[in-house]
């Protein structure tokens, strides 16, 4: 509780914005990107691990391609799940700030989402971003 206050008070400022096509931009003050939405995972014992996010360059048979934003029949992991990843990943991305400098002070998130029938709700979404690290997230419905 106290890190989400710090966090609150002095932590970097990172916009995410999510488009309808499922692309997501992310904008810090290390940078940013636009990616699609979606990890790609890798089968390790018994266990998924998260092996790529966004979009590949190549395909590779080996890892299993899950959407971060619909949950897809047959995935090996829920939507939220892939979707926390690919927040994490990109918000430590744009932030230029290291881990453990994430975990002490986390980041303030504005997002504009552009739902659709087919993708998770609001709260879903806010929740992610919360499990993904950030202090608080200003959420608009694009």
Request: glycine share 10%; aromatic share 6%; proline share 6%.
């Amino acid at each position: 509780m106290i890190l989400r206050l710090l966090g609150r008070l002095c932590g970097d400022h990172i916009e995410i914005a999510v488009a309808r096509d499922t692309r997501i931009t992310f904008r810090g003050p290390g940078g940013g990107f636009t990616t699609a939405a979606e990890v790609h995972l890798r089968r390790s014992g018994g266990d998924w691990v998260v092996s790529a996010v966004g979009e590949l360059d190549r395909p590779d048979r080996e890892l299993q391609r899950v959407p971060a934003l619909s949950e897809a029949p047959g995935s090996p992991v829920p939507a939220s799940r892939a979707l926390e990843a690919l927040l994490r990943y990109g918000i430590a991305s744009v932030s230029g700030r290291t881990a453990v400098w994430l975990a002490f002070i986390p980041p303030r998130v504005t997002a504009v989402y552009e739902a659709t029938p087919e993708t998770i709700t609001l709260a879903a979404f806010r929740r992610a971003v919360l499990g993904a690290g950030a202090a608080s997230c200003d959420l608009q419905a694009g």
